[in-house]
Protein backbone atom coordinates (compact mmCIF):
# COMPACT_ATOMS: atom_id res chain seq x y z
CA UNK A 1 0.00 0.00 0.00
CA UNK A 2 2.04 3.25 -1.12
CA UNK A 3 0.73 6.24 0.55
CA UNK A 4 1.13 10.17 -0.62
CA UNK A 5 4.19 11.34 1.54
CA UNK A 6 2.34 14.77 2.34
CA UNK A 7 -0.24 12.55 4.23
CA UNK A 8 0.14 12.52 7.69
CA UNK A 9 0.84 9.37 9.72
CA UNK A 10 -2.40 9.78 11.76
CA UNK A 11 -4.38 10.48 8.73
CA UNK A 12 -3.08 6.92 6.97
CA UNK A 13 -3.63 5.16 10.18
CA UNK A 14 -7.64 6.18 9.96
CA UNK A 15 -8.07 5.06 6.08
CA UNK A 16 -6.47 1.71 6.98
CA UNK A 17 -8.60 1.68 10.45
CA UNK A 18 -12.05 2.18 9.23
CA UNK A 19 -11.47 0.38 6.06
CA UNK A 20 -8.99 -2.16 5.42
CA UNK A 21 -8.53 -5.22 8.03
CA UNK A 22 -5.30 -4.88 9.27
CA UNK A 23 -3.78 -6.19 12.92
CA UNK A 24 -2.49 -3.53 14.66
CA UNK A 25 1.14 -5.16 14.22
CA UNK A 26 0.69 -5.00 10.44
CA UNK A 27 -0.75 -0.93 10.57
CA UNK A 28 2.21 -0.41 12.30
CA UNK A 29 4.64 -2.04 9.80
CA UNK A 30 2.52 -0.26 6.89
CA UNK A 31 2.77 3.39 8.08
CA UNK A 32 6.05 3.26 10.19
CA UNK A 33 4.51 3.85 13.89
CA UNK A 34 5.06 2.41 16.88
CA UNK A 35 2.60 -0.55 17.86
CA UNK A 36 2.08 0.83 21.24
CA UNK A 37 1.01 4.23 19.51
CA UNK A 38 -1.18 2.24 17.39
CA UNK A 39 -2.98 0.55 20.11
CA UNK A 40 -3.24 3.93 21.65
CA UNK A 41 -5.07 5.70 18.65
CA UNK A 42 -7.02 2.59 18.88
CA UNK A 43 -8.08 2.85 22.24
CA UNK A 44 -9.25 6.88 22.09
CA UNK A 45 -11.40 6.05 18.64
CA UNK A 46 -13.07 3.25 20.44
CA UNK A 47 -13.56 5.96 23.91
CA UNK A 48 -14.62 8.38 21.08
CA UNK A 49 -11.62 10.86 21.42
CA UNK A 50 -10.13 13.00 18.76
CA UNK A 51 -6.80 10.87 17.98
CA UNK A 52 -5.37 14.81 16.68
CA UNK A 53 -6.00 16.35 19.90
CA UNK A 54 -2.87 16.66 22.07
CA UNK A 55 -4.51 15.57 25.60
CA UNK A 56 -2.58 17.56 28.49
CA UNK A 57 -1.03 15.33 31.47
CA UNK A 58 -1.71 15.39 35.07
CA UNK A 59 -4.80 14.65 36.78
CA UNK A 60 -8.03 15.72 35.62
CA UNK A 61 -10.96 16.85 38.40
CA UNK A 62 -13.02 13.48 39.24
CA UNK A 63 -16.49 13.23 39.59
CA UNK A 64 -18.89 12.83 42.29
CA UNK A 65 -21.10 10.67 42.71
CA UNK A 66 -24.39 12.74 42.16
CA UNK A 67 -22.53 13.89 38.93
CA UNK A 68 -21.82 10.14 37.43
CA UNK A 69 -25.55 9.58 38.25
CA UNK A 70 -26.89 12.83 36.54
CA UNK A 71 -24.69 12.52 33.19
CA UNK A 72 -26.12 8.29 33.73
CA UNK A 73 -29.70 9.80 33.62
CA UNK A 74 -28.73 12.51 31.05
CA UNK A 75 -27.54 9.71 28.13
CA UNK A 76 -30.54 7.00 29.21
CA UNK A 77 -33.12 10.31 28.81
CA UNK A 78 -31.26 11.98 25.84
CA UNK A 79 -29.12 9.37 23.55
CA UNK A 80 -29.42 11.54 20.72
CA UNK A 81 -28.19 14.66 21.97
CA UNK A 82 -25.56 13.12 24.34
CA UNK A 83 -21.96 13.34 24.11
CA UNK A 84 -18.78 12.67 25.94
CA UNK A 85 -17.47 16.05 24.49
CA UNK A 86 -20.53 17.85 25.42
CA UNK A 87 -20.98 15.86 29.27
CA UNK A 88 -16.85 16.60 29.42
CA UNK A 89 -17.39 20.43 29.17
CA UNK A 90 -20.35 21.02 31.07
CA UNK A 91 -18.80 18.98 33.82
CA UNK A 92 -15.55 20.51 33.14
CA UNK A 93 -13.48 17.38 33.19
CA UNK A 94 -11.86 15.62 29.99
CA UNK A 95 -13.81 13.41 27.71
CA UNK A 96 -11.95 10.02 29.08
CA UNK A 97 -13.24 10.77 32.28
CA UNK A 98 -17.13 10.85 31.02
CA UNK A 99 -16.05 8.01 29.28
CA UNK A 100 -15.50 5.37 32.17
CA UNK A 101 -18.42 6.34 33.39
CA UNK A 102 -20.11 5.20 30.51
CA UNK A 103 -18.27 1.95 30.63
CA UNK A 104 -18.78 1.97 34.65
CA UNK A 105 -22.40 1.97 33.83
CA UNK A 106 -22.57 -0.21 30.89
CA UNK A 107 -23.04 2.40 28.71
CA UNK A 108 -21.96 1.38 24.92
CA UNK A 109 -21.47 3.75 21.89
CA UNK A 110 -23.56 2.07 18.88
CA UNK A 111 -24.34 3.29 15.54
CA UNK A 112 -27.94 4.27 15.38
CA UNK A 113 -28.56 2.08 12.74
CA UNK A 114 -27.74 -0.67 15.11
CA UNK A 115 -30.87 0.43 16.85
CA UNK A 116 -33.47 -1.20 14.43
CA UNK A 117 -32.92 -5.02 13.78
CA UNK A 118 -32.56 -6.28 10.29
CA UNK A 119 -35.27 -8.73 9.04
CA UNK A 120 -34.69 -11.65 7.43
CA UNK A 121 -35.71 -10.21 4.40
CA UNK A 122 -33.44 -7.40 4.19
CA UNK A 123 -30.89 -9.66 5.57
CA UNK A 124 -30.86 -11.84 2.55
CA UNK A 125 -31.33 -9.15 0.03
CA UNK A 126 -27.50 -8.11 1.89
CA UNK A 127 -26.01 -11.53 1.21
CA UNK A 128 -27.95 -11.45 -2.14
CA UNK A 129 -26.21 -8.10 -3.48
CA UNK A 130 -22.95 -9.01 -2.48
CA UNK A 131 -22.50 -12.28 -4.27
CA UNK A 132 -23.69 -10.47 -7.12
CA UNK A 133 -21.03 -7.89 -6.77
CA UNK A 134 -18.65 -10.55 -5.93
CA UNK A 135 -19.18 -12.87 -8.91
CA UNK A 136 -18.59 -9.40 -10.99
CA UNK A 137 -14.84 -9.97 -10.26
CA UNK A 138 -12.94 -6.59 -10.74
CA UNK A 139 -16.00 -4.62 -11.80
CA UNK A 140 -17.37 -3.81 -8.05
CA UNK A 141 -13.96 -2.00 -7.08
CA UNK A 142 -12.79 -0.09 -10.76
CA UNK A 143 -16.06 0.76 -12.37
CA UNK A 144 -18.47 1.93 -9.41
CA UNK A 145 -19.11 5.35 -8.46
CA UNK A 146 -20.09 5.50 -4.77
CA UNK A 147 -22.06 8.09 -3.43
CA UNK A 148 -23.83 9.75 -0.21
CA UNK A 149 -24.59 12.52 1.74
CA UNK A 150 -23.24 13.80 5.61
CA UNK A 151 -23.96 16.60 7.25
CA UNK A 152 -21.47 18.86 9.46
CA UNK A 153 -22.06 20.38 12.86
CA UNK A 154 -19.68 23.92 13.25
CA UNK A 155 -20.09 23.32 17.13
CA UNK A 156 -18.32 20.17 16.71
CA UNK A 157 -15.33 21.63 14.95
CA UNK A 158 -14.41 23.99 17.90
CA UNK A 159 -12.13 23.82 20.47
CA UNK A 160 -13.25 25.30 24.26
CA UNK A 161 -9.42 25.01 25.49
CA UNK A 162 -6.15 25.34 24.02
CA UNK A 163 -2.50 25.83 25.25
CA UNK A 164 -0.95 28.85 26.45
CA UNK A 165 1.65 30.07 28.59
CA UNK A 166 0.86 29.98 32.64
CA UNK A 167 -0.95 33.07 33.60
CA UNK A 168 -1.34 34.75 30.57
CA UNK A 169 -5.13 34.71 29.27
CA UNK A 170 -6.29 34.52 26.00
CA UNK A 171 -9.46 35.17 24.10
CA UNK A 172 -10.55 32.09 22.26
CA UNK A 173 -12.84 33.01 19.20
CA UNK A 174 -16.06 30.89 19.28
CA UNK A 175 -19.03 30.34 17.06
CA UNK A 176 -21.53 33.03 17.57
CA UNK A 177 -24.42 30.49 16.46
CA UNK A 178 -23.85 26.61 15.27
CA UNK A 179 -24.68 26.15 12.05
CA UNK A 180 -24.89 22.58 9.88
CA UNK A 181 -23.10 22.39 6.02
CA UNK A 182 -24.34 19.14 3.68
CA UNK A 183 -22.37 17.46 1.55
CA UNK A 184 -22.60 15.01 -1.29
CA UNK A 185 -19.61 12.88 -2.71
CA UNK A 186 -18.70 10.47 -5.13
CA UNK A 187 -15.97 8.03 -4.64
CA UNK A 188 -14.06 5.27 -6.56
CA UNK A 189 -11.36 3.23 -7.37
CA UNK A 190 -10.18 5.66 -10.49
CA UNK A 191 -11.06 8.87 -7.91
CA UNK A 192 -13.60 11.09 -6.93
CA UNK A 193 -16.18 13.81 -7.75
CA UNK A 194 -15.49 17.68 -6.27
CA UNK A 195 -17.40 17.89 -2.93
CA UNK A 196 -20.63 19.71 -3.21
CA UNK A 197 -21.66 21.63 -0.42
CA UNK A 198 -25.55 22.73 -0.07
CA UNK A 199 -27.26 24.18 3.16
CA UNK A 200 -30.97 23.23 4.22
CA UNK A 201 -32.80 19.62 3.69
CA UNK A 202 -31.66 17.41 0.61
CA UNK A 203 -35.05 17.16 -2.07
CA UNK A 204 -35.57 16.43 -5.43
CA UNK A 205 -34.75 19.94 -6.88
CA UNK A 206 -31.48 19.86 -4.97
CA UNK A 207 -30.12 16.32 -5.49
CA UNK A 208 -31.47 16.52 -9.63
CA UNK A 209 -28.76 19.79 -9.67
CA UNK A 210 -26.23 17.71 -7.65
CA UNK A 211 -26.22 15.18 -9.98
CA UNK A 212 -26.25 17.70 -13.23
CA UNK A 213 -23.00 19.60 -11.67
CA UNK A 214 -21.20 16.38 -11.25
CA UNK A 215 -22.10 14.58 -13.79
CA UNK A 216 -19.22 15.36 -16.40
CA UNK A 217 -16.89 14.49 -13.48
CA UNK A 218 -17.87 11.53 -13.01
CA UNK A 219 -17.87 10.65 -16.45
CA UNK A 220 -14.31 11.93 -16.92
CA UNK A 221 -13.54 9.27 -14.70
CA UNK A 222 -15.11 6.37 -16.84
CA UNK A 223 -15.09 7.81 -20.40
CA UNK A 224 -16.65 3.96 -21.29
CA UNK A 225 -19.17 3.84 -18.82
CA UNK A 226 -19.58 2.86 -15.02
CA UNK A 227 -22.34 1.68 -12.64
CA UNK A 228 -23.63 4.42 -10.02
CA UNK A 229 -24.68 3.60 -6.16
CA UNK A 230 -26.58 5.47 -4.17
CA UNK A 231 -28.73 4.56 -0.89
CA UNK A 232 -32.59 4.05 -0.60
CA UNK A 233 -32.73 7.65 0.35
CA UNK A 234 -36.43 8.55 -0.79
CA UNK A 235 -35.13 11.26 -2.54
CA UNK A 236 -32.71 9.40 -4.54
CA UNK A 237 -35.20 6.62 -5.38
CA UNK A 238 -37.45 9.57 -6.60
CA UNK A 239 -35.06 10.57 -9.32
CA UNK A 240 -33.80 6.85 -10.45
CA UNK A 241 -36.09 7.22 -13.75
CA UNK A 242 -34.97 10.64 -14.43
CA UNK A 243 -30.97 9.48 -13.22
CA UNK A 244 -32.04 6.55 -16.13
CA UNK A 245 -32.70 8.63 -18.55
CA UNK A 246 -29.32 10.52 -18.26
CA UNK A 247 -27.51 7.18 -19.04
CA UNK A 248 -27.08 6.60 -15.02
CA UNK A 249 -26.60 2.85 -14.53
CA UNK A 250 -27.85 2.50 -11.30
CA UNK A 251 -27.13 -0.23 -8.82
CA UNK A 252 -30.01 -1.92 -6.67
CA UNK A 253 -28.38 -1.23 -3.24
CA UNK A 254 -29.52 -3.12 -0.48
CA UNK A 255 -31.38 -1.04 2.35
CA UNK A 256 -29.78 0.01 5.74
CA UNK A 257 -26.95 -1.22 4.30
CA UNK A 258 -23.84 2.04 5.00
CA UNK A 259 -21.28 -0.75 5.60
CA UNK A 260 -21.28 -1.43 2.36
CA UNK A 261 -20.76 1.61 1.12
CA UNK A 262 -16.94 2.65 0.94
CA UNK A 263 -17.73 6.29 1.42
CA UNK A 264 -19.31 6.28 4.69
CA UNK A 265 -15.50 6.09 6.25
CA UNK A 266 -14.64 8.54 4.12
CA UNK A 267 -16.82 10.75 6.11
CA UNK A 268 -15.69 9.48 9.70
CA UNK A 269 -11.89 10.24 8.06
CA UNK A 270 -12.58 14.07 6.84
CA UNK A 271 -15.29 14.71 9.98
CA UNK A 272 -11.86 13.81 11.79
CA UNK A 273 -9.25 16.36 9.73
CA UNK A 274 -12.14 18.88 9.69
CA UNK A 275 -12.39 18.90 13.51
CA UNK A 276 -8.76 19.59 13.22
CA UNK A 277 -8.61 22.61 11.66
CA UNK A 278 -11.10 23.31 13.96
CA UNK A 279 -12.90 25.91 12.14
CA UNK A 280 -14.99 29.19 13.55
CA UNK A 281 -17.07 30.56 10.99
CA UNK A 282 -19.45 29.08 7.86
CA UNK A 283 -16.16 29.93 5.36
CA UNK A 284 -13.70 28.29 7.85
CA UNK A 285 -15.91 25.01 7.64
CA UNK A 286 -16.24 25.19 4.00
CA UNK A 287 -12.54 25.88 3.18
CA UNK A 288 -11.49 22.76 5.45
CA UNK A 289 -14.12 20.75 3.89
CA UNK A 290 -12.74 21.50 0.25
CA UNK A 291 -9.43 20.90 1.72
CA UNK A 292 -9.67 17.71 3.20
CA UNK A 293 -11.34 16.41 0.48
CA UNK A 294 -9.22 17.06 -1.70
CA UNK A 295 -6.43 15.66 0.36
CA UNK A 296 -8.38 12.64 1.25
CA UNK A 297 -9.69 11.77 -2.62
CA UNK A 298 -5.90 11.52 -4.22
CA UNK A 299 -5.77 8.09 -5.19
CA UNK A 300 -3.24 6.60 -3.19
CA UNK A 301 -5.31 7.52 -0.36
CA UNK A 302 -8.18 6.83 -1.64
CA UNK A 303 -8.00 3.10 -3.06
CA UNK A 304 -7.39 1.51 0.36
CA UNK A 305 -11.04 2.71 1.24
CA UNK A 306 -12.60 0.50 -2.24
CA UNK A 307 -9.84 -2.37 -1.84
CA UNK A 308 -11.31 -3.47 0.93
CA UNK A 309 -14.80 -4.33 -0.50
CA UNK A 310 -14.09 -7.48 -1.72
CA UNK A 311 -13.03 -8.96 1.88
CA UNK A 312 -16.27 -7.06 3.07
CA UNK A 313 -18.81 -8.53 0.88
CA UNK A 314 -17.21 -12.07 1.67
CA UNK A 315 -17.69 -11.17 5.77
CA UNK A 316 -21.21 -10.21 5.12
CA UNK A 317 -22.05 -13.59 3.11
CA UNK A 318 -20.29 -15.74 6.17
CA UNK A 319 -22.59 -13.49 8.87
CA UNK A 320 -25.60 -14.15 7.37
CA UNK A 321 -26.46 -10.85 6.43
CA UNK A 322 -25.73 -9.12 9.19
CA UNK A 323 -24.04 -5.68 9.72
CA UNK A 324 -20.15 -5.26 9.88
CA UNK A 325 -18.24 -2.78 12.05
CA UNK A 326 -17.32 0.67 9.89
Not at 55 to 80: D, M, Y
Not at 260 to 275: G, Q, S
Request: overall charge positive; proline content about 5%; aromatic content about 8%.
Amino acid sequence: MVFNPDIDQKTKFLVIYHHVTQTATRIAKLISVPVRTIYDWIKKIKNDQDIFKIEGRGRKPQLSKQQEKSITKEVKLRPHSSSTRKLASRENVSKTTIGKVFAKNELEYKSVMEVTELTEEQKQQRVNYCKKMLKRKGQPLNETIFTDETGVYLSDCHKSKVWTPKGKKIKIELPKKDLKVNCWGGISYEGATSLHIFEGSLNKEVYQEILEKRMEEMESLYPDGFEFMHDNHPVHSSLEIWGEEQGLNIIDFPPYSPDLNPIENLWAVLKNKVAADNPKTYKQLEDSLYKNWEILTQIDTLRPFIEGLQNRYSMCIENKGERLNH
